[in-house]
């Protein structure tokens, strides 16, 4: 099970630079890119300092539709409630989170948005899971590689980089799941802009492996029904 972590549009080189670092600390090494500032330039490289090769190796992609591509398990992070529902669940519950999905899924994107303004509400969407960090205060907000340390920090717990799953079949994926849901619910009549459409994609993200099975049992049936 692999973790990767997603810059969206980072503005700063230092962000950068202190970002690879601290997934290096925490035993990570999957940095992605998406428009960023020069990443490679001297202020991110010193800030990096040890971990130059998560820098050099970063990926790089000119839209988040793209860097998230082959992802299982897609978690947005945000400082702030928005004005689209959402259920915002607290990074230190994970770690746990992850573990209950099994071996449903096997490649996580962690998407950190913009310095000043986070992700939008659009890119939001493309998330399974809405996640923050609890402050005492609003203000002022945690810098973006302070937000990278605690959640690397936090994932480091149950170290995914060896944790070891078995290979499972791909009908018994999330993803999978994911787009099972998607027919059945565009089959039945719900508008895919509808507030209740969003809503019944993220609830599916907290199934343990369990009911994804079960769920998947459930989907196969009514689709069979439907041919």
């Known amino acids: 099970m692999q973790i990767s972590f997603i810059l969206v549009e980072p503005s700063t080189p230092e962000n950068v630079g202190a970002s690879a670092r601290a ?3 925490m035993g990570f090494n999957n940095l992605l890119l998406v428009s960023p500032c020069n990443h490679l330039s001297n202020p991110a490289r010193w800030l990096a300092h040890g ?4 820098l050099e190796n970063a990926r790089v992609f000119s839209s988040l539709r793209e860097a998230i591509t082959g992802f299982d398990f897609i978690i947005g992070t945000t400082a702030k409630y928005r004005s689209v529902k959402y259920d915002y669940h607290p990074v230190h519950q994970l770690p ?7 071996g449903t899924i096997n490649n996580i994107a962690i998407l950190f948005g ?3 303004s986070g992700l939008r509400n659009e ?5 399974d899971l809405v996640t923050t960090i609890p402050m005492k205060t609003t203000f002022p907000s945690l810098n973006l590689s302070q ?14 980089n060896t944790f070891a799953v078995p290979p499972v ?9 994911h787009q099972k849901v998607e027919i059945l ?13 969003p809503r019944f994609l993220e609830r599916i993200s907290i199934l343990e492996e369990g009911d994804i099975h079960l769920i998947h049992s459930l989907c196969n049936k009514l689709l069979e029904e439907k041919k």
């Open 23 to 25: 997934i290096k600390t």
């Open 51 to 54: 971990s130059e090769e998560v």
């Open 96 to 102: 746990e989170l992850i573990k209950s999905k099994g």
């Open 114 to 116: 913009r310095e000043e």
């Open 123 to 127: 890119e939001l969407k493309l998330c």
């Open 147 to 160: 937000a990278v340390m605690l959640y690397a920090w936090e994932l480091s717990k149950i170290g995914m």
């Open 169 to 177: 079949r791909d009908e018994k994926s999330f993803r999978l799941l």
């Open 185 to 197: 619910l565009k089959r039945t009549g719900f508008d895919e802009n509808s507030a209740i459409y």
